[in-house]
């Protein structure tokens, strides 16, 4: 369907785009947030305190994981509402953080056992990973019968990217490997025993549109 940054983009029947990737072309994560702040606006924390306390009835044993937590920005959240918190990271500088604040935190989150939390979550990281249905069946080891799956990420069938393509941001190998449809999504995660509770799009930010739009020649 097209290329970017030297990769070919390959359309797949269930609606998802995927860049062509061997695991050999992955960037390295593992410097990842070197020079981070680890600081989180005001705004951006309210957002993410809604988003905890929509999943407190979920909350049985009080253990929240988060998988690939970046800055630490939703967990600092979960725990500030009384979550016991872990998180798995590649990053050096997360890990170091994670554990100024407590967090139990691993490269591998293998090494937590089956059934052991409330809420797994996946923020913006199924586009980074070669294998997102392999993820997807690892956070389900994880959940408690009845816990639940918080999980973001790009839509394909966005608006940005009907008008923009391949030049729309988001597609951005070999960062970004496979992005989904809301479809794609829902046909990945039937392929898995979760029971869906909520599938759908948000929000639309116009910034890039507007900048491309007002860059390109006219006839």
Known sequence: ???????????????SVNADIAAAGLPDYASAYADASFETSAAVRKSLTETVESVAAYRRLGRWVDIGFGEGALLVEAQTLGWDCAGSEISGASLKFGRSRGWDVTTQSSAWADDS????SLME???????????????????????????TTPNIKS??????????????????????????????????PFVRLSLRTTGLNPTELLRRSSTEPTA
Not at 117 to 120: E, L
Not at 131 to 143: I, N
């Open 1 to 15: 369907v097209g290329e970017k940054d030297g990769f070919p983009l390959w359309g797949c029947r269930c609606g």
């Open 117 to 120: 939390c409330d809420v797994v």
């Open 125 to 151: 990281i199924l586009e980074h990973v070669l294998d997102p249905e392999g993820l997807l069946r690892e956070a389900w080891r994880l959940l408690r019968p009845g816990g639940v799956l918080m999980a």
């Open 159 to 192: 608006l940005n990217f009907r008008l923009l393509g391949p030049r729309w941001t988001i597609v951005a190998p070999p960062e970004h490997i496979t992005l989904f449809s809301k479809g794609a999504l829902s046909r990945l995660t039937q392929r898995i």
